[in-house]
């Protein structure tokens, strides 16, 4: 794993140091790869009736707060992807406990330094997923003079279902609050609050396009990575208001806040099968997750269609996707090889609305535009899995020399990563962080073209 070079404590030096944060005193580890700080909260606990709340200020701390391990984790379902093993992906799944709307930071130094700032959102369907899985791991990043940020946030009916008495999207305006905390509080740990550089995948990345279009999020970042996001895939309100009708009447209560405050989060977790497979098509609107998940933004307008409202004219951008997203979708679970429905699904899912978005991004915006396309096949299943969903991952955190990535049944499967990937991959992101340009041509409407990536 990972962790062993850290696990030999008589090969590695480790101290705690203590920094000052403005809620009060933390303590984390220094080791080879720099210090990091865990569990750090950005809001209060959202128990009970807070569940639907937006995310409050945290009261801070007397003391020195630990900060050597991971917090809980937001309720969440297991997920099944059949002989593939995602739990580098996914985590530990649900781990209980209040405080979990936390950041984990992993820096060079807490030194006063002036170092680019990333903050990432994990991805899992707006259901699943937690800055803790191991994909996430930070050690490339604090290496290489970045200070990194990962984002734990509300997931299912306490993050993004729509009840009256509640404000819509709540897991967004969680990742809006830690950005905030990032800005008041990242220069303690070594980080530049003027050179935030938002980056998110999956779910994570359709939340980060929508920080795009939304005013709230002006002056919080000063560019955006977009990794095989949607930034069409938000429900509209007449879809979200059938999964809304659905959750209550799988419940027996009133679609209100008010109803659902005192129900517990276990009972949350039981009716999820409810949800699955319900028809989301309208007169005005397709499904634009193809059923895979109950749960999106709901916006009036798409981010796509609405990036003049926000902050998008002001960042740069890198977006892109995977060369074969939808096999995820397809070939963990077995049977006869079907190309074309995992084509249909990558184009979907994916595709579309990251064309969509960079489109419009290079239309409106007077930062940068940069597209990707990641091939690399993973050799996992057999050489099946191919460039699908998140292969991607441990590229961009430079893991991808990871045992624990290579099996058959793993990620990356049992073939060696290709010499220099990794490298290129990792070093592009911390470019674009670092000065806009992640080493290539811009995308725009004279140019429309995707820098090819292990392709």
């Not at 590695?12 to 000052?20: C, L």
């Not at 985590?91 to 709307?101: A, D, Q, T």
């Not at 191991?134 to 734990?152: C, E, I, P």
């Not at 920080?211 to 560019?223: D, H, I, K, T, V």
């Amino acid at each position: 794993m990972h962790s062993q070079q850290a696990e030999r404590g008589h090969r590695v030096h480790r101290v705690h140091p203590v920094v000052e944060t403005p809620a009060g005193a933390v303590r984390g580890v220094r080791d080879g790869s720099g210090e990091r700080y865990r569990a750090l909260p950005y809001a209060a606990a959202p128990t009970g009736a807070g569940r639907f709340a937006p995310p409050a200020p945290h009261p801070g701390w007397s003391g020195v707060r630990d900060g050597t391990r991971p917090s809980p984790t937001a309720p969440q379902p297991a997920r099944d992807f059949g002989r593939l093993d995602m739990t580098p992906y996914f985590g530990p799944g649900w781990v209980p406990g209040e405080e979990y709307l936390t950041v984990d930071v992993h820096t060079p130094a807490a030194d006063g330094g002036r170092r680019p700032v990333m903050v990432f959102v994990h991805g899992g369907g707006f259901v699943t997923g937690a800055n803790r899985a191991a994909l996430y791991d930070g050690s490339a990043f604090a290496r290489d003079g970045v200070v990194l940020a990962t984002v734990n946030y509300r997931l299912g009916i306490p993050g993004f279902l729509d009840l009256a008495g509640a404000p819509a999207n709540r897991g967004l305006l969680d990742v809006l609050a830690a950005l905030g905390w990032v800005r008041d509080t990242i220069a303690v740990f070594g980080g530049d609050p003027g050179n935030v550089t938002v980056f998110g995948q999956s779910a994570g990345a359709t939340l980060v396009g929508a920080l795009l279009a939304s005013p709230q999020a002006a002056g919080l970042f000063r560019r955006a990575i977009v990794q095989s996001g949607n930034g069409t895939g938000a429900f509209t309100p007449e879809q979200a208001g059938r999964v809304t009708a659905a959750a209550a009447a799988a419940l027996g209560v009133a679609p209100t806040a008010e109803a659902f405050a005192p129900i517990p989060d276990e009972r949350f977790l039981a009716i999820l099968p409810a949800l699955a497979g319900l028809d989301l098509r309208t007169s005005t609107a397709t499904d634009p997750l193809a059923g895979l998940s109950p749960f999106s933004l709901v916006l009036p307008v798409q981010p796509a269609d609405s990036l003049a409202d926000g902050p998008a004219h002001e960042v740069d951008l890198l977006i892109g996707t995977n060369s074969e997203e939808g096999r995820l979708y397809v070939v963990p679970q077995g049977g006869p090889e079907t190309p074309g429905r995992a084509a249909v699904l990558g184009h979907i899912l994916f595709e579309t609305g990251t064309t969509r978005l960079a489109q419009a991004h290079a239309r409106v915006s007077g930062g940068r535009t940069h597209r990707y396309s990641f091939g690399y096949r993973s050799t996992a299943l057999g050489s099946r899995l191919g460039a699908a969903h998140t292969v991607e991952l441990p590229f961009v955190f430079d893991i991808a020399d990871a045992p624990w990535l290579h099996a058959d049944t793993g990620l990356l499967g049992p073939d060696p990563a290709p010499a220099g990937l990794a490298a290129r991959v990792h070093g592009a992101w911390v470019a674009f962080a670092t000065t806009g340009n992640p080493g290539w041509a811009a995308y725009d409407s004279q140019h429309p073209v995707a820098e090819v990536i292990g392709g």
